[in-house]
């Protein structure tokens, strides 16, 4: 079984219009429920009741299925950008989320998909899974000049914060193009205000769009699209850490020597 953790009362306005990630009552598995880092947990009633638990398909593995909630989110946000064939797409940060960002706005057809990091182990990662990536190393090249060298001055249609950093919301202003559209997906853990340009967003049309969570109807959408064979995920499958070893994957990813740590409660680490 999946299951979409954010689990929307049913009653309020925003979840009666679908927007069950909204609620104004939301209680999500790990926060208001206790669950994830266990060997066991139980199943709230209401994830029952409010249909956000999905039997995963025979030929998902359980290691595919856990990666189907972040993939979903990632789908909640790109539903509000209108990625179509011919668009310029920049995503900051070249983690799993940037990567897969990435590798959804190929599927709709972006013209080019660019990728602003600065760490190459992480750049050689986010290439070895898609080639076709246009890399921007923001500490080597100047953005906005590559930027425009690599859309004939057009500029980015979709510019997408995937990673929690002020600046680059900053960064993803200044490259947007005229009617472009900017993703925050990237919360801010800290301070949140001073880097949004309203004169950007009132003389070039731009829109900016929030993104939080996802829907049960995302998550069953995801893992449809896994069985499928949409998102080839080995690249993230590849290295799994027992439960017991949950201290060693959070050092491999501080490290960045892995993109995903993916935990299994009794297999041992690959």
Known sequence: MQIAPALGCGACVCCKKGYTNLCDNLKTIGFDFDGTFAEYMLIPALAFERGHVTRVPESVSSVEAVLAEPIACIVNAQEHLNIGPGDYVVVFGSGFIGTMHAQLAFRKGAAKVFMVEINEHRIAMARSVLP????????????????????DGHGADVAI??????SAQVDAMNIIAKRGRVSLFGGLPTE???FIDSNIIHYKEVSVHGAHASTA??????????AAGDFPLAAYTKTTFPLTDIVKAFE?????SIAKAVLTPNSSAN
Do not use: F, H, P, Y
């Open 132 to 151: 076709d990536l246009v890399i921007v190393n923001s500490q080597k090249e100047n953005l906005v000049d590559a930027i425009r060298a690599g859309t």
């Open 161 to 166: 914060t995937a990673c929690s950093v002020g």
């Open 192 to 194: 949140s205000t001073g």
């Open 217 to 226: 109807r995302q998550n069953r959408e995801v893992l449809a699209m896994i």
């Open 252 to 256: 491999a990813l501080n490290q960045e």
